[in-house]
């Protein structure tokens, strides 16, 4: 694993941005795995910043994104696909077939993860852009899952749900369920990006670090990735 240290949540976002691109620019046709949260919000401003300025054909770009509340509907502001129109797909020109969401209102949902992990193999993931929780989880994969899950339908923890309440009216608002990348489905990445900033993920970061893989810490496979770039803040470093 590489750890790149910055100071600022604005270095860390164009850092990102950059890593991506690269990515972008060097393929024909780039397939990038996309992440929700506070965490890279900036990284789709600075990325659909340097996308709009430059030559790249954004109509060969495929995206996939993560994981999706069960239970709402697209247009609803906390969506994840709200959030990634809102935050990126509306300042780009991405074409809308190109754009894979998993559908948290699908009426089939095991034919919904089973028929996203197939598309997931049929593109292949250059880059899987991550955020990490407190408890290590990534994507909606939460202590216990097993490292040999794909794309799947998860109960989110209490710990979590507490966590994205900031973004509800109120708790009981959450949704209790989401559909979600397994961990094998992200470790398929052909290389990986995962962005820690903040003091409250500093024992996420610290845990990720210290080398023990165990299903308890989802985060803790990426040790086994032969590519995972970590972009860190200070505030998460610490000391
Ligand atoms: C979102 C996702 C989650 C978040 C994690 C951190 O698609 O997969 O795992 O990355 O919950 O969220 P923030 O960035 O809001 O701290």
Do not use: C
């Amino acid at each position: 694993m590489y750890l790149i240290k910055v100071n600022s949540y604005q270095e860390m976002s164009d850092k990102a941005a950059d890593i991506l691109f690269d990515v972008i620019t060097s393929k024909e046709r780039p397939v990038i795995g996309l992440a929700t949260g506070s965490t890279p919000e900036g990284t789709y401003k600075a990325l659909s910043d340097k996308l709009n300025s430059s030559t790249v054909d954004q109509s060969k770009i495929t995206t996939f994104n993560l994981d999706e509340y069960v239970g709402l509907d697209r247009n609803h502001n906390q969506s994840y696909a709200y959030y990634m129109n809102e935050n990126f797909f509306n300042h780009v020109s991405i074409p809308e077939e190109n754009i894979n969401l998993l559908n948290g209102k699908a009426a089939d949902e095991e034919e919904e993860v089973k028929s996203y992990e197939e598309k997931i193999d049929e593109q292949g993931l250059d880059i899987q852009l991550l955020g990490i929780g407190r408890n290590g989880h990534i994507a909606f994969n939460e202590p216990g899952t097993s490292f040999d899950s794909l794309t799947h339908a998860v109960e989110l923890t209490e710990e979590t749900i507490e966590d994205n309440s900031r973004f509800f009216d109120d708790k009981e608002s959450v949704p209790s369920r989401a559909l979600s990348m397994g961990l094998k489905s992200i470790m398929k990445a052909k290389k990986i990006l995962i962005l820690i900033n903040g003091e409250n993920k500093k024992e996420a970061l610290s845990e990720l670090l210290n080398g023990v893989v165990t299903e308890e810490n989802p985060a803790s496979i990426l040790n086994n990735h032969p590519d995972v770039t970590i972009i860190a803040d200070s505030a998460a470093i610490g000391e």
